[in-house]
Nanobody, 123 residues
């Protein structure tokens, strides 16, 4: 059974930074697109960022462009989401996802999902 394990979420003040991590098995990580989604209380899950395995295709939600950066370390089988200039509206549970697709990265039809990590941004 494939596992995606997220970490790094915590309470942070507005304007601060956090780095989320997502680790999975090598046979998944080396081939799959890695993505981050988030779900705020009372809202639907939304796309945040994605990066293909060959790093040839990357996408960000408009709301996080210029503030968040997705990256991946193939030596550690880990994807990261660096979040800067955090705002209270970034408060959500952040989910890591993985899929073989190289297009339509914003669609949430990913094969594998993590359990989520809570990010809370105080004003």
């Amino acid at each position: 059974q494939v596992q995606l394990v997220e970490s790094g979420g915590r309470l942070v003040q507005a304007g601060g930074s956090l780095r989320l991590s997502c680790t999975t098995a090598h046979y998944i990580f080396c081939r799959y697109t890695m993505a981050w989604f988030r779900q705020a209380p009372g809202k639907e899950r939304e796309f945040v960022a994605a990066l293909t395995a060959n790093e040839g295709n990357m996408d960000y939600a408009e709301s996080v462009k210029g503030r968040f950066t997705i990256s991946r370390d193939n030596t550690k089988n880990t994807a990261y989401l660096q979040m800067n200039s955090l705002k209270p509206e970034d408060t959500a549970v952040y989910y890591c996802a993985a899929d073989e697709k190289f297009y339509y990265l914003r669609a949430d039809n990913y094969d594998y999902w993590g359990q989520g990590t809570q990010v809370t941004v105080s004003s």
